[in-house]
């Protein structure tokens, strides 16, 4: 079955250490995001890649890195800069950069929570 | 920037009643306005969804409306089932914006049986 798998389901780190998250998706999507989930805060928007080897920072890129490598992977690093990093994160993708087209569907992975002890 | 409003936070219903959930935006260059569901440790997905150019769609027992001229949108849910029960998210994506959607804060709907 095609979908997006994301791993560790959960994290615990401890501060000052980085962590990274790993997204992958056998769907051949071209468009991969990342989101972090706070409760009463809904979504909001960490980075996103339209295409291999190209990214842009979302709304709360600060204390987050990406890579974008090979189609499939969109790797998500919680670096010791971000300030308050427990949350749940939430790796989507769809089939084709939003600017070409009038509207495109998000498939969501099922999520990784990470707490810092 | 588009800004996305959600009310309620939190919905309690009876079973085989209605549930209305809405949702107001910022941005009159917002044309794509999705619905999300999302069940407890799971990732949301899509439920319905709903473009600039139509005012209403349906589906079973979920539709959506949209108002461009007030710019809000509404989720309504009729004959609800317990596992109707989830966290309910609408969204905005504006025209040209790489796919971005601005999210709202989230309902959780309970149904009691």
């Known amino acids: 079955d095609g979908g997006i798998t994301q791993s560790p389901k959960y994290l615990f780190r401890k501060e000052g250490q980085n962590v990274t998250l790993s997204c992958e998706q056998n769907l051949n999507h071209d468009a991969m995001y990342w989101y972090r989930q706070d409760p009463g805060q809904g979504l909001r928007l960490i980075y996103y890649s339209q295409i291999v080897n190209d990214f842009q920072k979302g709304d709360i890129a600060e204390g987050y890195s990406v890579s974008r490598e090979k189609k499939e992977s969109f790797p998500l690093t919680v670096t010791s800069a971000q300030k308050n990093p427990t949350a749940f994160y939430l790796c989507a993708s769809s089939p084709e950069p939003g600017h070409y087209s009038g509207a495109n569907v998000l498939t969501f992975g099922a999520g990784s929570r990470l707490t810092v002890l | ?113």
């Open chain 2, 1 to 113: 920037g588009e800004n996305v409003e959600q009310h309620p936070s939190t919905l309690s219903v009876q079973e085989g009643d209605s549930a209305v959930i809405k949702c107001t935006y910022s941005d009159s260059a917002s044309n794509y306005f999705p619905w999300y569901k999302q069940e407890l440790g799971k990732g949301p997905q899509l439920i319905i969804d709903i473009r600039s150019n139509v005012g209403e769609k349906k589906d079973q027992r979920i539709a959506v409306t949209l108002n461009k001229t007030a710019k809000h949108f509404s989720l309504h849910i009729t004959e609800t089932q317990p596992e109707d029960s989830a966290v309910y998210f609408c969204a905005a994506r504006l025209r040209d914006q790489g796919g971005k959607l601005i999210f709202g804060q989230g309902t959780e709907l309970s149904v009691k049986p």
